[in-house]
């Protein structure tokens, strides 16, 4: 298959499939031979038991960890090793487990920092910031506050991100993460450590964003009640392996994902 | 800070983004240049304008030079003594090379020398960081002393391997060497300080301060959001280093009128290191309360004695001048450890809503 843009891509089809993905550091085989895809338009679901190869799945998807075999496929172009920069001008974006906000900044600026790769004004502009270099922050401005207040977080705007409350910290980085406009955004527990509330709250904005920006979504998370609402289909993996793969109430169903969590009798 | 924004509202993001958005804040740097360009010249006695004024600007240039290092990419250096230096050995060499050219322009030419020595020994901290790339800049700070005193091209093959500053002229008016005027090397040095400080906050508010920034707080998002961990920390050495380099031409063009290479030893380094540290990380206004304490603090306490009439030897005076600075320092940092400036700021915002506690 030849690289082909977004568009060429309708809804249904395939975006991103890993074939036969190994990781491993050293002796530990964080991954073995997984394979599976990503439709364009779904919420895509990766679930397991802690230490299953969840995360470092992601990592390996946007270029933190070279897997040592496998393929990675992303709109029809197989990639060889690449740096996360790379992942990320290609349309991958996404959100840490442990929220990885730029602490020193304010909400403002660090949702703006996820528009780096549209800047492209050069030193000389930047220096008097005045003229292009003053009319692209401000056109970026505009984008960066449609989504503050798509995510409602229009009163932290100059807050500084340190002193925000965990959920808010979360939502903040979803909206770095998202006026980046990502073909395939990347969620690592968007709703770890979060009540009921803010839960709810976090699955709408997932909803939304896949509904309004047309967004696909692969998502890590641990509460199986937002998992099965939330994915189309859900991928489980399990010391590394993938041990089930499909829509949600037939991953319920599957015996082995079953006795992954619950574990069996001897 | 007795006035309140209140009622200022922006009705545009380019007003909200503006740098200093407070109508009052604006006033009052308009009334700081105004001091500094008009009431210092006419009032100001040779011993203020020449050993404190000057001195002051320059560090401050240095120590904003190390803060974009330091406090905005979180790359740690003990090179700004030797990148001074090359700022003011490169001017000497373009001073004797092309003696026509405006000295102005030879300075700020001999920023670029630095920037590409800064970018070199740059390299390292690509692949380490914190303590270790501090010893990497250590070997700069050395190698770099070393080729000030073995490399005697630099100094013209001069006797006393120092480098003395010739006079030079601007528009008919002698703006360095023996004869020129305090005022006119105090209004030089403002105005360029002025112009690189102003320089240094449009960047640093932009797109390549952000990336900088992001660099600083969380390196692996940072390279998520499409930044290039290797532009954006050799821009910021090189853009550092520049202003390192251009403090330290002007150090030497401006203030000692001569040098020698103690003048760009270690001892530089971790006083503009200190500089940074006490007025605030990632602060430009913090660069400026940092040299004022380091710098100006010690030579006021030193006149005050003279001043109030008690007979004190010299000797004392310094001795006492180490401990109250030390104290002072350790009472700072004890107050608030990110620095003088976010002193400032915490006490701006307090009187924002005095009399009420929020």
């Given at each position: 298959?030849?690289?082909?843009?977004?568009?060429?891509?309708?809804?249904?089809?395939?975006?991103?499939?890993?074939?036969?993905?190994?990781?491993?550091?050293?002796?530990?085989?964080?991954?073995?031979?997984?394979?599976?895809?990503?439709?364009?338009?779904?919420?895509?679901?990766?679930?397991?038991?802690?230490?299953?190869?969840?995360?470092?799945?992601?990592?390996?998807?946007?270029?933190?960890?070279?897997?040592?075999?496998?393929?990675?496929?992303?709109?029809?172009?197989?990639?060889?090793?690449?740096?996360p920069y790379m992942a990320a001008s290609?349309?991958?974006s996404?959100?840490?487990?442990?929220?990885?906000?730029?602490?020193?900044?304010?909400?403002?600026?660090?949702?703006?920092?996820g528009r780096t790769l549209k800047?492209?004004?050069?030193?000389?502009?930047?220096?008097?910031?005045?003229?292009?270099?003053?009319?692209?922050?401000?056109?970026?401005?505009?984008?960066?506050?449609?989504?503050?207040?798509?995510?409602?977080?229009?009163?932290?705007?100059?807050?500084?991100?340190?002193?925000?409350?965990?959920?808010?910290?979360?939502?903040?980085?979803?909206?770095?993460?998202?006026?980046a406009?990502?073909?395939?955004?990347?969620?690592?527990?968007?709703?770890?450590?979060?009540?009921?509330?803010?839960?709810?709250?976090?699955?709408?904005?997932?909803?939304?964003?896949?509904?309004?920006?047309?967004?696909?979504?692969?998502?890590?998370?641990?509460?199986?009640?937002?998992?099965?609402?939330?994915?189309?289909?859900?991928?489980?993996?399990?010391?590394?392996?993938?041990?089930?793969?499909?829509?949600?109430?037939?991953?319920?169903?599957?015996?082995?994902?079953?006795?992954?969590?619950?574990?069996?009798?001897? | 800070?007795?006035?309140?924004?209140?009622?200022?509202?922006?009705?545009?993001?380019?007003?909200?983004?503006?740098?200093?958005?407070?109508?009052?804040?604006?006033?009052?740097?308009?009334?700081?240049?105004?001091?500094?360009?008009?009431?210092?010249?006419?009032?100001?006695?040779?011993?203020?304008?020449?050993?404190?004024?000057?001195?002051?600007?320059?560090?401050?240039?240095?120590?904003?030079?190390?803060?974009?290092?330091?406090?905005?990419?979180?790359?740690?250096?003990?090179?700004?003594?030797?990148?001074?230096?090359?700022?003011?050995?490169?001017?000497?060499?373009?001073?004797?090379?092309?003696?026509?050219?405006?000295?102005?322009?030879?300075?700020?030419?001999?920023?670029?020398?630095?920037?590409?020595?800064?970018?070199?020994?740059?390299?390292?901290?690509?692949?380490?960081?914190?303590?270790?790339?501090?010893?990497?800049?250590?070997?700069?700070?050395?190698?770099?002393?070393?080729?000030?005193?073995?490399?005697?091209?630099?100094?013209?093959?001069?006797?006393?391997?120092?480098?003395?500053?010739?006079?030079?002229?601007?528009?008919?008016?002698?703006?360095?060497?023996?004869?020129?005027?305090?005022?006119?090397?105090?209004?030089?040095?403002?105005?360029?300080?002025?112009?690189?400080?102003?320089?240094?906050?449009?960047?640093?508010?932009?797109?390549?301060?952000?990336a900088?920034?992001?660099?600083?707080?969380?390196?692996?998002?940072a390279e998520l959001m499409g930044v290039r961990?290797?532009?954006?920390?050799?821009?910021?050495?090189?853009?550092?280093?520049?202003?390192?380099?251009?403090?330290?031409?002007?150090?030497?063009?401006?203030?000692?009128?001569?040098?020698?290479?103690?003048?760009?030893?270690?001892?530089?380094?971790?006083?503009?290191?200190?500089?940074?540290?006490?007025?605030?990380?990632?602060?430009?206004?913090?660069?400026?309360?940092?040299?004022?304490?380091?710098?100006?603090?010690?030579?006021?306490?030193?006149?005050?004695?003279?001043?109030?009439?008690?007979?004190?030897?010299?000797?004392?005076?310094?001795?006492?001048?180490?401990?109250?600075?030390?104290?002072?320092?350790?009472?700072?940092?004890?107050?608030?450890?990110?620095?003088?400036?976010?002193?400032?700021?915490?006490?701006?915002?307090?009187?924002?809503?005095?009399?009420?506690?929020?």
């Amino acid at each position: 298959m030849s690289a082909r843009t977004l568009a060429d891509i309708s809804a249904g089809e395939e975006l991103l499939s890993v074939d036969d993905i190994s990781l491993s550091f050293g002796g530990v085989k964080a991954i073995q031979d997984v394979s599976f895809n990503i439709m364009k338009g779904e919420i895509r679901a990766i679930i397991g038991p802690n230490g299953a190869g969840k995360t470092s799945m992601l990592n390996v998807i946007n270029g933190f960890y070279h897997p040592q075999v496998g393929t990675i496929t992303f709109l029809g172009k197989e990639r060889r090793k690449m740096r996360p920069y790379m992942a990320a001008s290609q349309g991958i974006s996404r959100t840490f487990q442990n929220v990885a906000l730029f602490n020193g900044m304010s909400t403002l600026d660090n949702i703006m920092a996820g528009r780096t790769l549209k800047m492209n004004k050069n030193f000389f502009w930047q220096m008097l910031r005045y003229g292009p270099a003053m009319n692209e922050e401000i056109e970026h401005r505009l984008v960066v506050e449609e989504i503050i207040d798509f995510l409602e977080i229009e009163h932290i705007r100059k807050t500084p991100v340190s002193q925000l409350p965990y959920g808010l910290k979360k939502r903040v980085e979803l909206g770095r993460a998202l006026v980046a406009e990502p073909t395939l955004l990347l969620l690592d527990e968007p709703m770890a450590g979060m009540n009921l509330e803010e839960k709810e709250d976090m699955s709408r904005f997932i909803i939304d964003v896949n509904q309004q920006f047309g967004t696909t979504i692969a998502l890590i998370e641990h509460d199986m009640g937002v998992v099965m609402d939330l994915a189309d289909r859900v991928v489980v993996l399990d010391y590394g392996r993938k041990i089930s793969d499909g829509e949600p109430a037939q991953v319920q169903a599957d015996q082995n994902v079953i006795d992954a969590y619950l574990g069996v009798a001897h | 800070m007795f006035y309140r924004e209140a009622g200022q509202f922006k009705s545009t993001y380019k007003a909200d983004q503006a740098i200093f958005p407070i109508l009052q804040d604006r006033m009052a740097i308009a009334f700081y240049l105004a001091v500094a360009f008009i009431a210092v010249p006419i009032f100001g006695s040779d011993f203020f304008i020449t050993s404190i004024m000057i001195p002051f600007l320059v560090f401050s240039l240095a120590a904003i030079g190390l803060n974009i290092l330091v406090g905005y990419t979180g790359q740690i250096s003990l090179g700004t003594g030797a990148f001074m230096g090359v700022g003011a050995y490169s001017c000497y060499k373009l001073a004797t090379i092309f003696p026509d050219i405006n000295i102005i322009i030879l300075i700020i030419a001999s920023g670029f020398f630095a920037a590409a020595v800064g970018v070199l020994f740059g390299l390292p901290s690509l692949r380490i960081k914190g303590f270790y790339l501090v010893v990497t800049t250590l070997a700069a700070q050395f190698f770099l002393e070393w080729a000030f005193i073995r490399i005697p091209w630099l100094y013209n093959y001069n006797d006393s391997g120092a480098i003395e500053v010739p006079q030079r002229e601007t528009f008919g008016i002698i703006v360095t060497g023996a004869s020129a005027t305090p005022s006119v090397r105090y209004l030089i040095v403002l105005a360029i300080v002025v112009a690189m400080t102003w320089v240094a906050s449009n960047i640093i508010h932009g797109r390549i301060g952000r990336a900088w920034m992001m660099i600083r707080d969380m390196d692996i998002a940072a390279e998520l959001m499409g930044v290039r961990p290797l532009y954006a920390k050799l821009s910021a050495f090189a853009v550092s280093s520049f202003y390192c380099g251009v403090a330290g031409a002007m150090m030497v063009f401006f203030w000692l009128g001569a040098a020698e290479v103690e003048s760009f030893d270690v001892n530089h380094s971790f006083l503009i290191l200190f500089m940074v540290v006490i007025g605030g990380l990632g602060s430009l206004i913090g660069s400026f309360m940092g040299a004022a304490f380091i710098w100006v603090l010690p030579v006021i306490l030193r006149a005050v004695p003279n001043f109030i009439g008690i007979d004190v030897n010299a000797a004392t005076v310094e001795h006492l001048n180490f401990m109250i600075i030390g104290a002072l320092i350790i009472f700072f940092l004890i107050v608030e450890p990110h620095g003088l400036a976010r002193l400032w700021a915490l006490a701006k915002q307090k009187l924002r809503v005095w009399p009420f506690p929020y």
